[in-house]
């Protein structure tokens, strides 16, 4: 199974301004980044297989060729599959040095900070070995999925606006109206964990009272503390669930509330360009 890749590296992922992670960057790609002409982004079956920089190569994020269904959706057979596995045992391999010689110079200096500007190019050389055993067609198939799991965000890559035809107008608006609503959210979350650490101390208050400032003398009494938090919260159950369905429900508000803006930022062509960027639907497992 194609799984050991998700070791440093993250799924699609969307903010304002920033890219498709074809390959996880370590920190946000500014909106003026190259991009790749219309022609390009709207091929779907390139005569030749897409080189490192054209849209298709650039866009498709081959971490979610772990998923079963986008293997099966792509054609991977088992052959391909056993090499693919051994790309990311190398691309493990050289995390393990990577993060061996972390810890030592951590010994002598606590601050050193990870080594990220050597993953990235670990990185890009695994994407390029994947790659090299799929077919033009199938890393085409891989960027209309990509595009697909980024939802409506997926606008908001520079790239994909290019690509449809988005003014910097209308591109500043999804921009403000994602980066609004991202801002909800965390207030929502925010009102969410102050609802939810108010109600855990309510329900711990007897167990607090009891242990005071104390420390566990050891690991069983640790145990038993945590086993008497678990079944004092126990019995409330439904009032924690009920704080993450308001919170799921506000996060959906959100999700229709920015998928209406963009529909209606959207003309026709710019729509169809974005359908046709999408390919058929993948349907997920």
């Given amino acids: 199974m194609f799984s050991a890749v998700t070791v440093a590296l993250c799924m699609t992922q969307i903010a304002a301004g920033v890219k498709l992670?074809?390959?996880?960057p370590p920190a946000p790609t500014?909106?003026?980044?190259?991009?790749a002409t219309a022609t390009t982004a709207t091929s779907t079956t390139p005569a030749a297989k897409p080189a490192e920089g054209s849209f298709d190569y650039d866009i498709a994020?081959?971490?979610?060729?772990?998923?079963?269904?986008?293997?099966?959706?792509?054609?991977?057979?088992?052959?391909v599959r056993?090499?693919?596995?051994?790309?990311?045992?190398?691309?493990?391999?050289?995390?393990?040095?990577?993060?061996?010689?972390?810890?030592?110079?951590?010994?002598?200096?606590?601050?050193a900070q990870p080594p990220n500007d050597k993953v990235v190019?670990?990185?890009?050389?695994?994407?390029?070995?994947?790659?090299?055993?799929?077919?033009?067609?199938?890393?085409?198939?891989?960027?209309?999925i990509t595009v697909q799991s980024a939802g409506d965000a997926a606008v908001l890559d520079p790239r994909v606006g290019?690509?449809?035809?988005?003014?910097?107008?209308?591109?500043?608006?999804?921009?403000?109206?994602f980066q609004a609503n991202a801002k909800k959210a965390q207030t929502?979350?925010?009102?969410?964990?102050?609802?939810?650490?108010?109600?855990?101390?309510?329900?711990l208050k007897p167990l607090i009272e009891k242990y005071g400032n104390t420390q566990p003398k050891d690991q069983a009494e640790s145990t038993k503390r945590q086993n008497e938090a678990k079944a004092a919260l126990e019995p409330h159950k439904a009032e924690f669930e009920?704080?993450?369905?308001?919170?799921?429900?506000?996060?959906?508000?959100?999700?229709?509330?920015?998928?209406?803006?963009?529909?209606?930022?959207?003309?026709?062509?710019?729509?169809?360009?974005?359908a046709k960027l999408k390919g058929k639907e993948f349907k997920a497992g």
């Fill in 61 to 79: 994020n081959f971490t979610i060729l772990q998923d079963k269904q986008v293997q099966k959706d792509l054609g991977i057979t088992e052959e």
């Fill in 242 to 274: 009920a704080l993450q369905r308001k919170l799921q429900s506000r996060m959906g508000d959100l999700e229709k509330d920015f998928h209406t803006f963009v529909e209606g930022k959207l003309d026709a062509k710019q729509k169809a360009s974005l």
């Fill in 162 to 177: 290019k690509a449809i035809g988005l003014s910097d107008a209308t591109t500043k608006a999804l921009r403000d109206r």
């Fill in 30 to 35: 500014p909106a003026t980044a190259p991009v």
């Fill in 121 to 144: 190019p670990l990185q890009k050389e695994l994407k390029k070995r994947v790659f090299a055993d799929l077919t033009a067609a199938q890393i085409v198939r891989l960027r209309e």
């Fill in 82 to 111: 056993a090499k693919l596995n051994k790309h990311a045992e190398w691309f493990n391999g050289e995390l393990k040095v990577l993060d061996a010689a972390f810890k030592k110079v951590r010994e002598s200096n606590p601050k």
């Fill in 21 to 24: 992670a074809g390959v996880a």
């Fill in 188 to 203: 929502y979350q925010q009102e969410i964990n102050k609802e939810g650490g108010e109600l855990q101390q309510k329900y």
